[in-house]
């Protein structure tokens, strides 16, 4: 690959990076195609020499930020290798995840979005979705992979909604109980805690 060429790759990158950010932050309606290309310090009149429209970039943004949070939740599910998904649950449901939205799960930022958008865009946040299952599964403990699928399930949609709505409340100690809750009845189901027999 010639300079122009890889000067050309890497500003088309960093464009990319910066929108993935900022829709994650901000949603995909609000960042403008100047706005992007300033921050990236680049010209508005460069942005066709990457990308077709503001939909294109939108549509890869979107799917780089979906892809950008497995690594990770990978590396929070191997920091216990004793109860990978308790260091997992720990990391997705802390207020360090909850305060940096631009570069968190981009599941909880565009959820809503996924939902009426085009069918691209649903099927990179069903990718995503899918994987994230995956690793939430391997990291189970158990050796039914229907109840491991199912638990995946409901641990994934107890992370990121308990994440959407720590940030959407207004009250800052509400927002810490919403994730320090979740975080704690998840793991006591991942402990498998059975309530005393009678």
């Known amino acids: 690959m010639g300079h122009s060429q890889a000067a050309k790759a890497e500003s088309r990158e960093k464009v990319l990076r910066i929108a993935a950010r900022r829709i994650r932050e901000e949603g995909m309606n609000r960042p403008g195609v100047a706005d992007l290309m300033k921050e990236a310090g680049l010209t508005h009149g460069g942005f066709y020499k990457h990308f077709s429209s503001r939909e294109d970039l939108m549509g890869q943004a979107a799917a780089l930020a979906l892809a950008d949070g497995e690594g990770k ?79 995946a399930m409901v641990t994934l949609s107890a992370l990121v909604g308990a994440m959407l709505m720590s940030r959407a409340v207004a009250d800052p100690e509400f927002s810490d109980e919403i994730l320090a809750t979740v975080a704690g009845r998840l793991k006591d189901a991942d402990a498998h805690v059975l309530p005393a027999e009678v």
């Not at 720990?90 to 570069?103: E, F, V």
């Not at 979005?113 to 649903?122: P, Q, S, Y």
């Not at 299952?133 to 189970?140: R, S, V």
């Open 73 to 151: 939740m990978a590396e929070s599910a191997r920091r216990d290798p004793v109860a990978p998904r308790s260091g997992l649950i720990d990391a997705y449901l802390s207020a360090r995840h909850r305060d940096a939205p631009g570069t968190g799960c981009a599941l909880v930022t565009l959820g809503a979005t996924a939902g009426r958008g085009d069918v691209a865009l649903k099927e990179a946040y069903e990718q995503q979705v899918r994987k994230y299952l995956a690793l939430i599964g391997e990291a189970a403990q158990g050796d039914d992979p229907g109840a491991a699928q199912a638990d």
